[in-house]
């Protein structure tokens, strides 16, 4: 007999975005809720930059970061009264990744 494993999350089930740095993959986890204050523009493990932006400038991590939270918060509010739920399926590898 084969069975198959479908994994799924939830937007309700979303508690944190995690941002890891593509050059040494350390990463960076913060609370969706909790999402405050300025982030790190550049890894504060090996310094590589996260985006591009001059001194002063915006905030790109943050802009990205807020982009992501906001479309989470904007669909758990429109889902709360819908007569269903909207999941996620997550690949094989995605699920069983570490
Ligand atoms: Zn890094």
């Not at 204050?37 to 001194?55: V, Y």
Request: neutral net charge; glycine residues 4%.
């Amino acid at each position: 007999m084969t069975t198959k494993r479908h994994v799924t999350i939830e937007v309700s089930d979303l508690t944190s975005l995690h941002i890891q740095c593509s050059k040494c993959n350390s990463v960076l986890a913060i609370p969706i809720g909790k999402i405050d204050r300025k982030l790190p523009q550049q890894c504060p493990n090996c310094t590589n930059r996260w985006g591009e932006w001059e001194h002063n400038g915006p905030n790109h991590t943050m802009d990205y970061v807020v982009e992501v939270r906001n479309a989470a918060e904007n669909l758990k509010a429109k889902m709360k009264d819908a007569g269903f739920t909207l999941a996620l399926e997550l690949s094989p590898e995605a699920s069983t990744r570490d």
